[in-house]
Structures are given as C-alpha cells and as structure tokens.
C-alpha cells in the first residue's frame, strides 16, 4: 500500500481561502480534501481499506469516482475501473480526475458492464438500502461472471441491519463475512469459488399497453422506471397530453421509452426523441423502438440535458421526473424544456408534488399559462409556452 497519498475532490488551488474538510483514511495512508467528506457506501468502503490489492479491480454501483481514485492512490499496480451508466457522472469523472492526475483511472460508460469473463481479482459495489432490490439483484448477478475464481467482492450498504445484500450474496457466493461495519452501514465480502456454478438469470419483464390508443409492447430490466408494468404516473401523462401529427415532441428522462414510442404511432408526419441521462435505459428503449416497428421518426439519445437540441425547435415537452435531489432534476427538464420549446409550444408533467413543481414552473415560465389537471392521484402540468 502506497503510504502519503492525498486524494481531492475540490481544486487544490481553492484551498487557502476555503473552508474544507479533511479526514483520514486506510490506516492514515490517504487524506481526502473535500467540502462535505465523503458519503454512503463509499463512505463504508474507504473506512474499510485495510487489505492488498492486486491485479485489475471494478469499481460500480452506488459509488463515487474518487473511491476508484483512491484505490489507484493506495495500490498504483492495480488498474482501476469505474464503471457508471449515468450521463451526469462523466462530468463528475472528469473533474475529481483532474484534481488527481497523479492516479489515472479507466473509465466505463456502456449499457452492461465492462469486461470479459473472469476479468477482474477485486469488485466493488455499492447499495443505497433505500435502493431497487430488483436492480441490483441484476448487477450482483451480472459482475459475478466477471470476477476471477478466488477474486473478491466487496459489497457496502448504508444500513448496518441490512439482510437484503448479504443473503443475495451468500446465494451467489455460498458465503459471506462482514469485513467492516459502522453504525451507518456494513461492508460484506464473499469470495467466488471455482466449485460453485450459478445459472445465467434474465431480469427482463415484457408487458402490453394502450397509450393514445395505440398498442404498444415494451421490455424493461430492473433499473428502468416502470419495470414490468405501465405505471400510473406515466399513464396519466399521455391521458393528458394533447398531441397533432406533425408535432416534434421530446419524451425527456424516458426510460424504458413508453411514452415516446406511443406518441411517435400518432405522429405520422413529425417525430419523437427519446432522451435519457441512463445509457442503460436508452438501450432499452432503443431496443423498444425496434420492437415497435417505430425506426421511423422515433429516436433514442443519452444526455444529461438537451444541450444538442436547438432553441425554439421541440412543438412538445412530456416528462415524468424523479423527484430525488431536491426536485434539482425537475428544475432541470423545466429549464430545458423552456428553452427548446418553440412559442406556443407545450410542456407536459407529470408529478406528486404539485406546489413544489408550480413554484418551479413559474420561476423558468413567469408568463405562461400553467394548467393542472388531476387524474389518476398524480397532478399533470400543461404549460404553454409564451
């Protein structure tokens, strides 16, 4: 273990005139430089370095790009990968990486895993306990493959009581040992066997709906919003969403893609893009697309925001945010819509949350005319652009 590493994860340059937080990880051996610390799983999986590393380790889940940093810091033999699936994590990539040049990482941003069979000595995985149970069933059982006989995974969880993970582990991996534990969280490690063979599981569902009266067959995996079933937040959207031939509409955070591929069967002369900031749903949604016959005029793309999409340029805006962060993503979409939307054009938005998203709605369109409609339990926004 390489001893004195420093890992930042604001500008070294800013540190004289602010102020920050340090602390000290695996045996004292690395300071991290940061705002606010680090949080949740990686939290558990820096507090819990007190091992060898050797050969290539895989670094995903819901963990942070300075734990891949740090391990390259501790073990520079070691190559690192980090691996996400979210468009806004490759900025966040990008900006600890800069501050920390000195332990160059391999980044991954692909729809599976990255990696051949029994690739990697070392996993890293994080769980939210909050977490889908479904989805990270799917990862733990996808990584497993990937793991060298005898390599090790180490699995952190924001809850000390936590039996989900350890019990999903030990039918993986036979067994299971506590590595590390705090009263915040736990640290598991299990070890894959050359004796135990684990049969390939599909985690995909496939279900029918009706969306503008038109049929449409969607496949989802854990991960996509609204897996295995038309939810009703989604159907309320497309009862309320008013949509002309030759509209060019956006289908913004679109998942699985079932509201853009219902839209794009009634836009017989425009066309429907379906954006996501997930690469791992756009491919899903793409594979959607093709499913439905839909080549046409429907469209996948991964951005984390509209950027690539003219102003003035979209007739129609319908989304279904998540409302984690702090409604940070809602304002996101909001802001974007108003900006491509073309005067006279519509947003549609669905949310459980209408006070907080009409005070955003009335921030990015102060003169526009903002409607509720309540159906299903969910209150759906048009708003019309001015």
């Not at 102020?19 to 820096?46: C, D, M, N, T």
């Not at 279900?207 to 503008?212: A, D, H, K, Q, V």
């Not at 295995?228 to 893609?257: F, H, Q, Y």
């Not at 108003?338 to 921030?363: C, D, N, Q, W």
Request: aromatic share 10%; net charge positive.
């Amino acid at each position: 273990m390489k001893s004195n590493s420093t890992l930042y994860l604001i500008e070294p340059e800013s540190l004289p005139e602010r102020k920050v937080h340090r602390e000290k990880f695996a045996e004292r051996q690395l300071e991290l430089i940061s705002r606010r610390g680090a949080k949740g799983p990686s939290r558990l999986l820096l507090k819990s370095l007190n091992f060898d590393l050797t050969g290539k380790a895989l670094v995903f889940g819901d963990l942070k790009a300075y734990l891949a940093h740090a391990l390259k810091m501790l073990f520079p033999e070691v190559e690192v990968t980090y691996h996400t699936f979210e468009a806004y994590e490759l900025s966040q990539i990008d900006r600890v990486s800069k501050f920390n040049s000195d332990s160059p990482i391999q980044r991954s941003f692909s729809s599976a895993l990255p990696g051949e069979t029994s690739e990697y000595q070392t996993i890293f995985l994080g769980m939210p306990s909050a977490g889908d149970k479904r989805y990270f069933a799917s990862l733990l059982h996808e990584s497993y493959d990937l793991l060298k006989s005898k390599g090790k995974i180490y699995a952190a969880v924001d809850k000390r009581g936590d039996r989900w993970l350890r019990d999903n582990l030990e039918k993986l991996y036979g067994s299971v040992s506590v590595h590390h534990q705090t009263r915040t969280g736990i640290v598991f490690v299990a070890r894959k066997s050359s004796k135990k063979t684990v049969k390939t599981k599909s985690f995909k569902r496939q279900f029918g709906c009706e969306l503008w009266k038109q049929p449409v067959v969607i496949e989802s995996r854990p991960g996509n919003f609204s897996h295995g079933e038309l939810d009703e937040g989604t159907l309320a959207l497309s009862e309320c969403s008013d949509l002309n031939p030759t509209d060019k509409i956006i289908d913004l955070g679109c998942g699985n893609g079932v509201i853009g591929i219902g839209a794009s069967k009634v836009l017989r002369e425009g066309c429907a893009l379906l954006v996501d900031s997930n690469i791992r749903s756009v491919r899903q949604a793409r594979e959607n697309v093709i499913r439905n016959e839909a080549e046409e005029n429907c469209f996948c793309l991964v951005g984390k925001d509209l950027a690539c999409i003219p102003d003035r340029s979209i007739d129609r805006v319908l989304t279904n945010p998540p409302y984690f962060g702090n409604f940070s993503i809602s304002e996101l979409f909001i802001r974007e819509a108003e900006r491509v939307l073309k005067p006279g054009g519509f947003l549609y938005l669905v949310t459980k949350a209408p006070e907080e998203t009409y005070s955003i709605l009335e921030e990015f369109f102060p003169e526009s005319d903002i409607q509720p409609k309540n159906r299903r339990n969910y209150t759906v926004f048009e708003v019309q652009k001015n």
